[in-house]
C-alpha cells in the first residue's frame, strides 16, 4: 500500500465555517507534512509532523491548525478562512530515518473559500 | 532556506532526450536534491534523488555538478506521458527534513 489518500477532494466553505481535511497514509511513515498550492505555483510548506508532534510550522496563520491523532492521520482545521485561502491542499508522508526519504503525495483537497 | 532556480518552461519531441536543469548555488553540504513531477489534477510524484553521485533509476538520470551548485534531470526518451511540471527540490537536512520546492519548468512534449 504506497498511498496517501485525502479527503474530501473539494471542499466549498464560508469564511465563518468550521472544517476540516483529512489525510491518512498505511506505509509506517513517520513524517507527514501540509504544503498549500495556489494555481500555477509550486507547493509551499505549511506544517511537518515528525512522530506526531509538530516539527514545522512555517508561520501559517492560526486560523489553520494542524492535529496528528496518530501515526496514521493527519488533519488540517480550518476555521475563519479568507477568499485568500482557497488553494489546493496537499498531504504528504516520507519515512523519518534512513536514505529512503522520498515524499508520498496524495492528490490534494481543494479548497474554495466564498 | 536554500533556494532552486529552473527555466520556466521547455519542449521536447517525443522519443528524443530532454535535459532539464536546476540551479542551486546556495545548497548546503547535506542538503539531498530531489526532483518531483505534478501531471494536472494530480498530486507530485517522485522522480529522482541525489546527494553528490549522478544517480540512474528506471524513470530518469540525475547529473549533479562537481560542486553541486546545478543539476541536471535527464529523460532518455521523452513521451506524452511525461508532459507535466517538473520540480526541484532541495531537501533541508536540519532536525526534520524540510523540502522546499522550486518554482518548476512545465515540459511540453511534441508528437
Known amino acids: 500500500d504506497t498511498e496517501v489518500t485525502q479527503t474530501p477532494k473539494h471542499l466549498v466553505m464560508g469564511m465563518t465555517n468550521k472544517k476540516s481535511l483529512k489525510c491518512e497514509q498505511h506505509?509506517?511513515?513517520?513524517?507527514m507534512y501540509w504544503y498549500k498550492q495556489k494555481a500555477k505555483k509550486p507547493p509551499e510548506l505549511m506544517f511537518v509532523?515528525?512522530?506526531?508532534?509538530?516539527?514545522i510550522n512555517e508561520s501559517v496563520p492560526s486560523r489553520f491548525s494542524p492535529e496528528c491523532p496518530n501515526s496514521s492521520l493527519l488533519n488540517l482545521h480550518l476555521h475563519a478562512l479568507q477568499p485568500e485561502d482557497s488553494a489546493l491542499y496537499l498531504c504528504?508522508?516520507?519515512?523519518?530515518?534512513?536514505?529512503?526519504?522520498?515524499?508520498?503525495f496524495g492528490e490534494g483537497s481543494r479548497l474554495t473559500v466564498l | 532556506d536554500a533556494k532552486t532556480t529552473q527555466p520556466n518552461s521547455m519542449e521536447s519531441n517525443e522519443e528524443e532526450p530532454v535535459h532539464l536543469p536546476c540551479n542551486h548555488s546556495?545548497?548546503?553540504?547535506?542538503?539531498?536534491i530531489h526532483w518531483y513531477r505534478q501531471l494536472p489534477s494530480q498530486g507530485p510524484e517522485y522522480v529522482i534523488h541525489?546527494?553528490?553521485s549522478n544517480v540512474n533509476n528506471r524513470m530518469a538520470s540525475l547529473a549533479i555538478a562537481e560542486d553541486r551548485k546545478s543539476s541536471t534531470l535527464i529523460l532518455h526518451r521523452a513521451t506524452l506521458r511525461d508532459a507535466a511540471v517538473y520540480y526541484c527540490i532541495l531537501s533541508i537536512t536540519s532536525g526534520t527534513y524540510k523540502y522546499i520546492f522550486g518554482t518548476g519548468t512545465r515540459l511540453k512534449v511534441l508528437a
Open positions: 546556495t545548497i548546503s553540504g547535506t542538503d539531498y
Open positions: 506505509m509506517g511513515h513517520r513524517a
Open positions: 504528504a508522508s516520507s519515512h523519518e530515518r534512513g536514505r529512503r526519504r522520498e515524499l508520498f
Open positions: 541525489g546527494l553528490t
Open positions: 509532523y515528525s512522530y506526531e508532534k509538530l516539527s
